[in-house]
T-cell receptor, first 113, second 114 residues
Framework: GDSVTQMEGPVTLSEEAFLTINCTYTATGYPSLFWYVQYPGEGLQLLLKATKADDKGSNKGFEATYRKETTSFHLEKGSVQVSDSAVYFCALSGNTGGFKTIFGAGTRLFVKA | ETGVTQSPTHLIKTRGQQVTLRCSSQSGHNTVSWYQQALGQGPQFIFQYYREEENGRGNFPPRFSGLQFPNYSSELNVNALELDDSALYLC?????????????FGPGTRLTVL
């Protein structure tokens, strides 16, 4: 069945460092891909999404490109801030018109001042 | 615009009991999905309701059941609680039942089964 694998955390970076969180997926058909973020004490919220191959999703300085050839959707940010400390989840859904969203296990990011 | 709310925030039950969790969807949203999030894991899809009908479910046993009401709020019921049911239960609402629609999550209900 469909699945999402993302890099294990925690990831610890200094402020202004470059961030990459790897995400790969297994799916038949053409799913939509998402990154969700969970800040401390808050609910999950959508960070960005891409609905077809080669699409780039972007928001708040984060970006990810839907790569069908490598089945990947890596999250990147050029310069992280302390306020980016959170848990990041890669997810897929809408495969062949379906409804189920499948999440990865999450990657915790700590950013030090 | 009111976001997704869930109640209660925390709950402690004993093995074998039954529990009901509640979710109010965001205004205008007709679809509610429920997820179970174990500690340190990503959310696992339980089921989805679209316009008061179950639209599909994940790999959860029948003792996990739900309802959606005419105002699109929803309940998750779990019978015969087991220790492994201890988790954060998340509700998410969206406009439309397809997975590529943005989902808006509530803060969750933390269930502890002793």
């Amino acid at each position: 069945g469909d699945s999402v694998t993302q890099m294990e955390g925690p990831v610890t970076l200094s402020e202004e460092a470059f961030l990459t969180i790897n995400c790969t997926y297994t799916a038949t058909g053409y799913p939509s891909l998402f990154w969700y973020v969970q800040y401390p004490g808050e609910g999950l919220q959508l960070l960005l999404k891409a609905t077809k191959a080669d699409d780039k999703g972007s928001n708040k300085g984060f970006e990810a490109t839907y790569r069908k050839e490598t089945t990947s959707f890596h999250l990147e940010k050029g310069s992280v801030q302390v306020s980016d400390s959170a848990v990041y989840f890669c997810a897929l859904s809408g495969n062949t018109g379906g409804f189920k969203t499948i999440f990865g296990a999450g990657t915790r990011l700590f950013v030090k001042a | 615009e009111t976001g997704v709310t869930q109640s209660p925030t925390h709950l402690i039950k004993t093995r074998g009991q039954q529990v009901t969790l509640r979710c109010s969807s965001q205004s205008g949203h007709n679809t509610v999905s429920w997820y179970q999030q174990a500690l340190g894991q990503g959310p696992q899809f339980i089921f989805q309701y679209y316009r008061e009908e179950e639209n599909g479910r994940g790999n959860f046993p029948p003792r996990f059941s739900g309802l959606q009401f005419p105002n699109y709020s929803s309940e998750l019921n779990v019978n015969a609680l087991e220790l492994d049911d201890s988790a954060l239960y998340l509700c998410a609402s969206s406009l439309g039942r397809w997975g590529n629609n943005e989902q808006f999550f509530g803060p969750g209900t933390r269930l502890t089964v002793l």
